[in-house]
């Protein structure tokens, strides 16, 4: 069978399963089976599939027909330009949240900056920030240890990747990694802040500049209506934020300032309909120049705050 067909056989049966983008997603699918980006794919799609090929797309379209999420099966997807490893130990670092790093890397310039990420899973927003924005000392925390491996995995691989840009190998002058690296970035385990004391001890620092999260916001009751690829396969501690879905706010609203210096800055990601609640609670607790912003699709979908004196 050509690769055209096989393509074409797979998305009848994802549409037949009810999945929405059913053409995309058996074309991804496929994709990732050959290992070739869509321009490839395009260029061999009249070729006759190799039977290990066939094989491996029947093995995806499986899991994709019981609704594992197609980056789950794929094992990556991009965030911020970058690649990360993703699978069930961690939430999959949604486009949305990209506005959350936008807004940071652009409000601060300077490198010499020290930044924590709480709640950090796959490490999207902390490995993002640090390898776009270079802040010099980044902290990242998560209650679940296997999320964390994770993260640590993602942040070598995204330094490797920018090293191999930056400087093509050429045998005995490449320079690793790790090596090029000046900044500090750590991951820790841990409830919230419950480990950022010890993590400030030994990375030197005194109090945060910034502080960023994509806590759990799902209400209690929305979690059984969530879509299946959510429902069924995401960490459920990645997305449960009680029965009105504002723990996390509440937490780190009444903890974040004793960790940031006066005037350092707060982003946290919300969920469209809690932006007046979420403000509240920060001007309740000190922060000054609270403002909601907006996401391509027009929700609320980030809150900054200021640290006050
Ligand atoms: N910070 C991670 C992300 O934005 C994980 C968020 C979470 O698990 N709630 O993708």
Redesign the pocket.
């Known amino acids: 069978m050509r690769l055209r067909e096989l393509c074409q056989e797979g998305r009848r049966r994802l549409e037949a399963c009810g999945i929405e983008e059913a053409e995309l997603d058996s074309r991804l699918l496929l994709c990732g089976a050959l290992h070739m980006d869509t321009g490839a794919y395009l260029a061999h799609m009249e070729d006759d599939a190799l039977p290990e090929v066939t094989a491996l797309y029947e093995r995806y379209l499986s899991e994709r027909e019981r609704r594992r999420p197609l980056q789950y099966i794929l094992g990556y997807t991009e965030f911020m330009g970058l690649r990360f490893r993703v699978d069930e130990r ?2 999959i ?2 486009q949305d ?1 990209e506005l959350l790093c936008e807004l940071v890397l652009s409000e601060h310039k300077d490198r010499d900056c020290s930044l924590l990420d709480l ?4 490490g ?2 902390a490995v993002s920030l640090a390898l776009l924005g270079g802040y010099s000392r980044v902290t990242a925390t998560d209650i679940s240890e296997p999320a964390l491996e994770l993260a640590r995995e993602n942040l070598r691989l995204d330094l490797e990747e920018r090293d191999l840009k930056a400087a093509p190998r050429t045998g005995a002058d490449s320079v690793s990694a790790t090596a090029c690296i000046k900044q500090d970035i750590s991951f820790v385990c841990g409830d919230l802040f419950g480990p950022v004391r010890e993590a400030m001890r030994a990375q030197g620092i005194e109090a945060y500049d910034i502080i960023v999260s ?3 916001y799902i209400r209690e009751q929305e979690l059984g209506e969530l879509e299946p690829e959510v429902r069924l396969f995401e960490p459920r501690n ?1 997305l449960w934020g009680s029965e009105d879905g504002l723990i996390f706010y509440r937490r780190i609203a009444s903890e974040a300032g004793s960790y940031m210096r006066a005037g350092g800055r707060l982003y946290l990601e919300i969920g469209f309909d809690q932006g007046r609640e979420v403000s509240e609670l920060l001007r309740k607790h000190g922060f000054i120049n609270v403002s909601v912003h907006r996401d391509y699709s027009g929700h609320d979908r980030v809150v900054s705050a200021e640290a006050g004196l």
């Open positions: 961690v939430l670092p949604r949240t709640c950090t899973g796959s999207a927003i994509n806590p759990p990645a």
